[in-house]
């Protein structure tokens, strides 16, 4: 696994017509433990997303630094984002989907092997837009683990779900994490997805953006299945 270190001196965003500019992150700094499920939870517009693409290499355009301690000889991290929409290319099947950011020799076989593992076996010759919302995003989870992460990024990846297929997801998500670690940032504004799953949540609010609360989450995977203990534990979270 791979533990990350943010340090972010100023993050802006520009002026855009006729919006003023607007301080995102000032002397901001994160620390994300090897193994972590790190849920960044806060409201639309804060700069969570933001927080994923400079972890990504998407956004550059900052003051400071992201470094990465990974375990084993290997110096670069494998990361794998998983979007708030599937972003699945309708013109290739769901196996292409997924075989795509493989790559190499075998790349087939552990792309069916990988499509297996979320139930979706037999989808793999159907194009995407045969396939239900809950599908699509089976399929995404399926492309974001195929590479083998060290470190998956996931913006809002269940937010167009109804509560069942969320529900339902959440808990596949778990079953591929302990198949397939990974150090998880997660980013949500839902409190009690973000109990449901986390081993740590941190809490952002204001403008520039700042950690308000920083919550252990020390769950059971039963007790997380608990509709009234995770309530009971979003409730004191957020009491503070």
Do not use: C
Request: aromatic letters at 6%; charged letters at 25%; hydrophobic letters at 45%.
């Amino acid at each position: 696994m791979t533990a990350i270190t943010l340090d972010i001196a100023s993050k802006r965003y520009p002026a855009v017509a006729g919006t003023p500019a607007r301080m995102i992150f000032r002397d901001f700094s994160l620390e994300v433990s090897s193994h972590a499920f790190l849920v960044l939870l806060g409201e639309s517009g804060l700069g969570k997303t933001t927080l994923l693409n400079i972890v990504a290499g998407l956004d550059t355009d900052f003051t400071g630094s992201v470094r990465f301690a990974p375990e084993g000889l290997r110096q670069e991290p494998r990361i794998a984002y998983a979007f708030q929409n599937p972003r699945l290319l309708p013109w290739r099947t769901v196996l292409e989907n997924v075989v795509l950011p493989i790559g190499g020799e075998g790349a087939e076989g552990e792309a069916r092997a990988m499509l297996d593992e979320v139930g979706l076996a037999e989808a793999a010759g159907a194009y995407p837009e045969r396939l239900s919302v809950g599908q699509q995003r089976r399929v995404a989870l399926a492309r974001a683990f195929a590479v083998r992460p060290d470190v998956l990024l996931m913006d809002e990846p269940f937010v167009s779900l109804d509560e069942a297929n969320a529900a339902r997801l959440r808990e596949l998500l778990r079953r591929l994490l302990e198949r397939h670690p990974a150090t998880v940032l997660f980013v949500t504004h839902d409190s009690r997805e973000a109990v449901e799953l986390a081993s740590r949540i941190v809490m952002l609010e204001g403008t520039p953006a700042r950690i308000v609360r920083d919550v252990a989450v020390g769950l059971s995977a039963g007790e997380r299945g608990q509709a009234k203990v995770v309530e009971a534990f979003r409730a004191e979270m957020l009491a503070g």
